[in-house]
């Protein structure tokens, strides 16, 4: 049996045997609920909570599964706070009991969920869970296309101060650089050494908007591969002022570990000779729209400009992402804990897609 058929199996245990059972426990579920219930028991985050597990030192620890599941409500219900999450669960007696709490002394402080989310961040918990429910649910599915593409995040921290560039002595200006840049390096490199590579302070970033204007914002950047049907499979939080193109050979070193894929989709920030020789080394096609910088631009073939559509998937998931599950809501300081609050979001819309693919 495929990965797909046993997800569509667990569908419909999940609408004929859990949403009734569940119904008859809580009461009556709104759209909401049974999304949040769907999201929970497609990602099964159950299944890596082993490392929070209380080991007989000092004071056990609150329940790491109930803090986990009201992360991903957060999500699902586009909360803008953690102290709105707090008291969603406080006033919402449903919601508290689905994500564990039988009662209202057992919903620990602001303190313990910010300590948990740290833990949670740190482990890069929603990504791997992500990443154990791709490979579970879709690992021997061929996916078509992969689209690429990066979106802005704002923060709310000061940008970090950027060490002066060295001035090159007069006498070596006509000099030709041999120095490898970033790309020629990333090409030689395993996906660790390039992911450690990658800068990850705030800072300020500047890109041209579709009416072709420049737009400022202080924070970071999020780059993201989505694979047909909307799912995003692989993404990486940086700088702000990181170009898109830096990101594209660690992202397909990291999707390539997921699924199987034929065409690789970006813009035209993506047109350089080591990216199409990455795409080349993974057996894909590259269909990356030229950048006329270097001289006249080249269209595509007809059948290939048809392919090349598909490239919206990865803009359709940024603005879900925005609009409904946290890309606006941005509290957190640091790299690592804004991947995380948005992995708790790109992991929503991946269950969601996933189901929504059955239907």
């Not at 049974?34 to 030192?57: D, I, K, L």
């Not at 450690?196 to 914002?217: N, Q, R, V």
């Not at 799912?231 to 660690?250: E, K, R, Y």
Request: glycine letters at 6%.
């Amino acid at each position: 049996m495929s990965q797909l058929a046993e997800l569509g199996n667990l569908w419909h245990s999940i609408q004929t045997w859990l949403f009734p059972m569940l119904e008859d426990e809580l009461g009556e579920l709104d759209e909401k609920h049974r999304e949040f219930v769907a999201v929970c028991e497609t990602c099964t985050p159950q299944a890596h909570m082993a490392s929070y597990r209380w080991v007989g030192n000092g004071c056990p620890p609150k329940d790491r599964l109930a803090l986990c599941k009201a992360f991903i409500a957060k999500a699902v219900w586009d909360f803008p706070t953690t102290s709105a999450l707090i008291d969603a669960v406080r006033h919402r007696p449903t919601l508290r009991r689905l994500c564990g709490w039988e009662t209202l002394g057992e919903i620990p402080g602001e303190s313990t969920f910010s300590r948990a989310f740290a833990a949670f961040a740190e482990d890069q918990l929603p990504q791997r869970i992500q990443e154990a429910m791709i490979k579970e649910h879709y690992g021997d599915k061929i996916a078509g296309h992969i689209s690429r593409d990066g979106t802005a995040i704002h923060g709310r921290e000061k940008a970090a101060k950027k060490e002066p560039k060295p001035v090159p002595p007069a006498e070596s200006e006509d000099l030709v650089s041999t120095e490898p840049t970033r790309l020629q390096r990333q090409l030689e490199r395993t996906l660790d050494e390039n992911l450690a590579d990658l800068p990850w302070g705030c800072d300020w970033g500047t890109k041209k908007d579709s009416k072709g204007k420049k737009e400022s914002w202080r924070g970071y950047k999020l780059h993201l591969d989505v694979i047909d049907g909307d799912v995003p499979i692989s993404w990486l939080v940086t700088s702000a002022s990181m170009h898109d193109s830096q990101a594209a050979i660690p992202l397909a070193q990291m999707s390539a570990g997921r699924v199987i894929s034929l065409y690789d989709l970006a813009d035209a920030a993506y047109d350089a000779k080591e990216i199409r020789q990455m795409s080349e080394r993974l057996g894909h096609v590259a269909l990356i729209d030229h950048n006329p910088r270097r001289g006249e631009k080249r269209e595509f073939a007809p059948a290939e400009a048809i392919r090349y559509r598909q490239r919206s998937s990865a803009e359709r998931v940024n603005s879900h992402l925005h609009d409904n599950h946290g890309g606006r809501h941005v509290r957190v300081r640091g790299a690592v804990k804004v991947a995380a609050h948005l992995s708790f979001g790109l992991l929503v819309i991946a269950a969601e897609q996933l189901l929504t693919m059955l239907c």
